[in-house]
């Protein structure tokens, strides 16, 4: 059976952003033909693909075989990985050589593989009982040397590792801006966390390391670290999309790998829109830039502050809020709310208690605690898959456990739950009611979580 197939160009600069950022830990102990297998499996600069082409489908070009290397499409560990709706097939030795018979999910039947049937599969699409393989692998003109290098790789594919993680480590990149006025002291409260980890064995028997690294050079990053955090707010762009991120703020563009902890600004701004119906029947929140006498207003950034004098309530995010002058604040009308995604009353009392250990250790910085906060919640739901996990450990493995935590209440927010459907931990946010005259809020107020759609 073929499966119609056109390669298009983003498939192609998939295929080459993986090698670029796909570089994989070297793993010891590799012959040389498995050694000289594994560069041409993964398209490595200098492998058997630099100079060899591949045909794709009807297309009568040639391709250079180096955008096409095996593991873009087979997978890191050859089990194969499914996309626009074509099933690449698994090519580990053990599953090529099954002694017997193999149905494909597509109904094809073949015997097992031989070193002589799986060159000629991989040059001329014929699979080990003669049937054609479909269009969406490609043709390789490689050499007999070439493709024996292939096939003693494949008997140890399955043994590669993700990047970022040894027999004794394990690296986790830390997503910090450098001129960010908390980044400092994110990493000192991580390295404790770290620290107390390793004391009482790390992961599984491995020892976990925060990095820092700058925003721009996150998406080369992703073949050093097995994982990134990201507590400044969203991760950033460009970043592979299988790579794990647990970032504060949810993304635009949503990843398998991209979990958050809390609701987006926009997603505060609607709970402020939804309170605002319930709370004071008032259908559409003005601009605090245009109030008028009387009216209620959102108050999206500092700038209208003067402008919102007149109006009766104002409304805003906690991050609007924290970035007003305190002396501001006093001119805000009596009726302020401010939704807050994660307010104390809602984390758990041992968190707070294991926050405050890690911090005394690190020696917090008081004008920071809110940003540890999050780089500690974000290493928390971390720490906790990675335990899960267990010592025999993948990145999709851990994206599983990811997906697995349910009312996980070891971070500085509200209870966190994720799915395969969810990839924000928390949803919603207090709506908080501030006091201008004693600059103080209220203890406790009403939490709004956003329509379910
Ligand atoms: C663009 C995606 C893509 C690339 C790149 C690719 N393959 Fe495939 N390959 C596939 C798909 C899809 C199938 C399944 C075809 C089918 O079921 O008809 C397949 C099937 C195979 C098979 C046949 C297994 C069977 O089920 O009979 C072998 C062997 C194979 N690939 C080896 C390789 C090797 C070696 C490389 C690198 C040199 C490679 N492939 C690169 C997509 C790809």
């Given at each position: ?245 647990v ?12 979990f958050?902890l ?85 984390i758990d009392?041992q968190a ?25 919640s974000?290493?928390a739901v971390l720490v906790e898959s990675?335990m899960r ?12 456990k990811l997906e697995g935590l349910r009312d996980f209440s070891g971070a500085m927010t509200p209870a966190l739950s994720f ?6 931990g928390s ?27």
């Open positions: 059976m073929l499966t119609a197939f056109t390669i298009s160009p983003k498939a192609v600069a998939a295929a080459l952003a993986f090698v670029l950022l796909g570089g994989l830990q070297a793993s010891a102990d590799l012959t040389s033909a498995e050694a000289r297998g594994r560069s041409a499996y993964f398209g490595e600069k200098g492998s058997a693909l630099d100079d060899a082409t591949a045909r794709i489908g009807t297309l009568t070009t040639k391709l250079p075989a180096s955008s096409l290397p095996c593991a873009s499409c087979h997978g890191r560990t050859g089990l194969g990985k499914a996309e626009r709706g074509v099933q690449p097939s698994q090519i580990t030795r053990d599953a090529l050589t099954r002694p017997y018979t193999v149905k494909e999910a597509t109904g094809r039947k073949r015997p097992p593989y031989t070193l002589t049937s799986f060159r000629n599969a991989v040059r001329t699409g014929k699979d080990a009982g003669g049937n054609d393989l479909s269009e969406a692998m490609p043709r390789f003109n490689l050499t007999d040397k070439q493709l024996a290098d292939l096939w003693a790789f494949l008997a140890v594919v399955g043994e590669v590792t993700d990047p970022g993680i040894t027999d004794t480590a394990i690296t986790i990149g830390v997503v910090a801006d450098p001129r960010h006025p908390a980044t400092r002291s994110q990493l000192k409260v991580l390295d404790a966390l770290a620290a107390d980890i390793n004391a009482i064995g790390g992961a599984h028997g491995r020892k976990l390391k925060f990095e820092g690294l700058a925003p721009s050079a996150a998406a080369a990053a992703a073949s050093t670290y097995f994982a990134l955090i990201a507590p400044q707010g969203a991760a950033p762009a460009g970043l592979d999309p299988d790579l794990p991120v970032s504060l703020l949810p993304s635009e563009t949503p990843s398998a790998g991209g958050a809390v609701a987006s600004e926009a997603d505060q701004v609607a709970a402020l829109r939804r309170y605002a119906v319930e709370a004071f029947e008032v259908v559409s929140l003005r601009d605090a830039c245009a109030a008028k006498k009387g009216d209620t207003v959102l108050l999206a950034s500092t700038g209208c502050l003067v402008n919102a004098r007149p109006a009766r309530r104002v409304l805003m995010t906690h991050s609007v809020f924290s970035s007003l002058p305190p002396a501001s604040r006093a001119s805000l009308p009596a009726e302020t709310y401010i939704a807050i995604a994660a307010p104390l009353g809602r009392p707070q208690a294991a926050f405050a250990g890690t911090r005394a250790k690190a020696g917090g910085d008081k004008s920071a605690i809110l940003s540890e906060a999050d780089a500690y974000a290493a990675l996990a267990g010592r025999d450990i993948s990145r999709v493995g851990f994206v599983e799915g395969p459907n969810r990839h924000v949803r919603g946010a207090e709506i908080v009611r501030y006091d201008p005259a004693k600059g103080t809020l209220a203890t406790s107020g009403t939490w709004v979580e956003p329509e379910t759609r």
